[in-house]
């Protein structure tokens, strides 16, 4: 707590002067362009890994990143607050893009990996079972994440089946169709400190570089004035 404490106390001397435009637009309301799901573990922070300010994203953390499914009628199959939080971003705010981001060395998929018992918590292993599918994906021998850990390739594959999981929803499913939203699988090499994008076309995940992000850039842009811009910069 002490660590809590000086770094509000350094927030408010040194930060908030240039923040207090921003705060007093944001207590009018908010305006997200992208919910961004990813673990609750303390080493992935979003808002650092993408440089952006208060207000920019609708952000849900869970252990694993996971999104249980939901079934026909549209009710989520488990915990309540993760459909909450697609329902409310994607119906009420203006979100066009919903990033899944995964991690490096998650002690979720180690503990999915290992069987998902865990002792003394049984809302967690009721919690992990949710990564049954990934599990199921990784004994089938994909070719994702080949060469890493199997840690690492299950939380690969965990991010294509929470992306799947989301189509489940009634909403993401409608706004898919209507062409107004995007999903985006992303992975996060803690070590590296390198973002990595997957590929549907490439059947794997790759480095958001110079290269790869300029490659993005482009496929999002929307208009040849946007492209032209952004060529510019």
């Given amino acids: 707590m002490k660590k809590l404490i000086r770094g509000l106390l350094d927030f408010q ?19 997200p362009d992208c919910l961004f799901i ?9 808002n650092l890994l993408v440089s952006t300010d208060p207000g920019d994203l609708f952000t849900v953390r869970n252990v694993g990143n996971l999104v249980p499914p939901a079934v026909l009628n549209g009710h989520s199959t488990a915990d309540r607050s993760e459909a ?5 971003s994607l119906g009420f705010l203006p979100i066009e893009d919903v ?13 999915i990996l290992a069987g998902g018992s865990v002792k003394g918590s049984p809302n967690l292993e009721q919690w992990l079972a949710h990564g049954a599918p990934s599990l199921k994906a990784l004994k089938e021998n994909t070719q994702v994440g080949a060469g890493l850990p199997d840690a690492d390739r299950l939380s690969q594959l965990n991010v294509l089946a ?8 009634p909403i993401v499913r409608d706004r898919l169709a209507a062409g107004t939203l995007r999903l985006h699988g992303w992975w996060f090499d803690i070590g590296a400190a390198q973002v990595h994008a997957y590929r549907s076309d490439l059947g794997r995940f790759v480095p958001i570089d110079e290269t790869e992000g300029d490659r993005l850039l482009t ?13 510019a910069v």
């Fill in 38 to 46: 990813s673990c609750s573990d303390s080493r992935v922070v979003p």
């Fill in 219 to 231: 496929q999002l842009s929307d208009t040849p004035e946007e492209q032209q811009a952004l060529r």
């Fill in 99 to 111: 990033v899944v981001c995964g991690h490096s060395s998650c002690g979720a998929m180690k503990a």
């Fill in 162 to 169: 929470q992306l799947e999981h989301l189509k489940t929803y």
């Fill in 13 to 31: 001397r040194h930060t908030l002067p240039s923040y207090r435009a921003t705060f007093a637009r944001l207590a009018k309301g908010q305006t």
């Fill in 84 to 88: 909450a939080a697609i329902e409310f």
